[in-house]
T-cell receptor, first 113, second 112 residues
Framework: KAGVTQTPRYLIKTRGQQVTLSCSPI?????VSWYQQTPGQGLQFLFE???????NKGNFPGRFSGRQFSNSRSEMNVSTLELGDSALYLC????????????FGNGTRLTVT | DQQVKQNSPSLSVQEGRISILNCDYT??????FLWYKKYPAEGPTFLIS?????DKNEDGRFTVFLNKSAKHLSLHIVPSQPGDSAVYFC???????????FGKGTRLSVIA
């Protein structure tokens, strides 16, 4: 069974630009969550989608948005990039959320210059 | 508000000895806990979990202990191996269909 796939693996963008990251969950998983990892801050929750609906949202500004498609694939978008947005963005899928363990992709490393 | 806290950012252990990673939580409503391991350039992988109805769960070299009265859990790795060198995160769901809350992680270095 293929794991969670995130593309691209690396991105370099300039301040003010926007970026779209993609995530393909494990087949059959309907919940997709996004996390931001920065040094010293651990994993900060961005949002979770279940059956194309945003079910949960973390404390990030509106510049961060996402969506989920009918095949459970998900994208997240960051507009008007800031230097502080440089981070590893991790996508995770699970069967139904709740106590189902999350299965993470290898992440997209975003660098904003 | 850091509901799950890992107060040791790093830990160094000799190969073959026991590694003990600690995690404290503040929300007494948490009833399920998970540990994840993360290697550089990879996503975290699920390691072991424990429900609040238990105080211990064992899987091979990995054992998680839960002390509900102290709101504390620990992950024991015995014996530690160089391949265990990674960042370890503890996590808990806030209940219902809410996402996992993660600690900031502890970097374990196992020295041969």
């Amino acid at each position: 069974k293929a794991g969670v796939t995130q593309t691209p693996r690396y991105l370099i963008k300039t301040r003010g630009q926007q970026v779209t990251l993609s995530c393909s969950p494990i087949s059959g998983h309907r919940s997709v969550s996004w996390y931001q990892q920065t040094p010293g801050q651990g994993l900060q929750f961005l949002f979770e989608y279940f059956s194309e609906t945003q079910r949960n949202k973390g404390n990030f500004p509106g510049r961060f948005s996402g969506r989920q498609f009918s095949n459970s694939r998900s994208e997240m978008n960051v507009s008007t990039l800031e230097l502080g947005d440089s981070a590893l963005y991790l996508c995770a899928s699970s069967l139904a959320g709740n106590n189902s363990p999350l299965h993470f992709g290898n992440g997209t490393r975003l660098t904003v210059t | 508000d850091q509901q799950v806290k890992q107060n040791s950012p790093s830990l160094s252990v000799q190969e073959g000895r026991i590694s003990i990673l600690n995690c404290d939580y503040t929300n007494s409503m948490f009833d399920y806990f998970l540990w994840y391991k993360k290697y550089p350039a990879e996503g975290p992988t699920f390691l072991i979990s424990i429900s609040s109805i238990k105080d211990k769960n064992e899987d091979g070299r990995f054992t998680v202990f839960l002390n509900k009265s102290a709101k504390h859990l620990s992950l024991h790795i015995v014996p530690s191996q160089p391949g265990d060198s990674a960042v370890y995160f503890c996590a808990a769901p806030r209940g219902g269909n809410t996402p996992l809350v993660f600690g900031k992680g502890t970097r374990l270095s196992v020295i041969a």
